[in-house]
């Protein structure tokens, strides 16, 4: 294109310059020709294309600058729009992953929903059909899950109970065993005092009267001094008469 431009202003000047030597020879020699005319219309009418053609080599060039323009500036941009696409790709990464894992957390809560849309979209007899064979099945899972879930509960529950019911019965038996030792430890030491011997077999004198449906008031007396002794128990009988009672325990060796 370079070129061509050249070549065609040099053109145009070579018939502008033809143009004016005709016109200087027809206006010396003072005659007219047809001939003549004619070549001069013709050189005319050529430069008048060579000027169009001038003018469209010019405007393609103007045009080509400007795509030439505009691609470098385009070229331009997308470099730097490439750098800004390289930089935020590795943010944009984590948050497609981020994304990613909260679809799909979304779509399996949504399956059943999805399900029920699915059903609905199907033609009625269809849907129907299938809703009146689905239904009792997920009735009967539901129904069984929530059984088995109140089952577990329940039996934890009685596990939670009968544990604590354990742990009281093992603390109140440690108590009882721990009274129980400590009034055994009593029961020995009174049986190997005499005193206490002495004092126990009264205690059980006197349960015996009173398991008979005898009276301190009438029936008999406890600890009655009479000279130099004092048995435990006088007991009245008819005739003015009695029966006296000394309570004894023999002395044995205590081992509990």
């Not at 009988?237 to 081992?255: H, L, M, Q, Y």
Request: proline share 2%; charged share 20%; hydrophobic share 40%.
């Amino acid at each position: 294109m370079d070129t061509l431009i050249p070549i065609l202003l040099g053109l145009l000047i070579l018939g502008v310059g033809a143009l004016i030597y005709l016109y200087s020879t027809q206006k010396n020699s003072g005659a007219t020709s047809v001939n003549q005319d004619l070549l001069v219309q013709d050189l005319r009418a050529q430069i008048k294309a060579l000027q169009v053609s001038l003018q469209n080599e010019q405007d393609l060039k103007t045009k080509a600058l400007q795509r030439v323009s505009a691609a470098e500036a385009i070229a331009e941009s997308s470099k730097s729009q490439l750098a800004e696409a390289q930089s935020s790709n590795a943010i944009g990464l984590a948050q497609v992953r981020a994304d990613s894992e909260k679809n799909i957390a979304e779509l399996k809560v949504a399956f059943s929903k999805m399900s029920t849309d699915v059903l609905k979209g199907m033609a009625p007899d269809v849907t129907k059909e299938v809703a009146t064979k689905v239904e009792p099945l997920i009735s009967q899972v539901t129904t069984a899950l929530e059984s088995y879930r109140q089952t577990m509960q329940q039996s934890i529950l009685g596990q939670d109970q009968a544990i604590a019911a354990v742990n009281s019965q093992m603390s109140q038996m440690a108590e009882a065993t721990k009274l129980l030792s400590s009034s055994t430890n009593d029961f020995t030491a009174v049986l190997k005092s005499s005193q206490h011997r002495g004092k126990w077999g009264e205690q059980t004198l006197r349960n015996v009267v009173d398991s008979a449906g005898m009276s301190s008031l009438c029936d008999y007396s406890e600890q009655v001094s009479t000279d130099d002794t004092r048995p435990d128990l006088i007991v009245r009988i008819p005739v003015n008469r009695c029966v006296i009672i000394d309570s004894k325990v023999p002395e044995f060796d205590v081992a509990l």
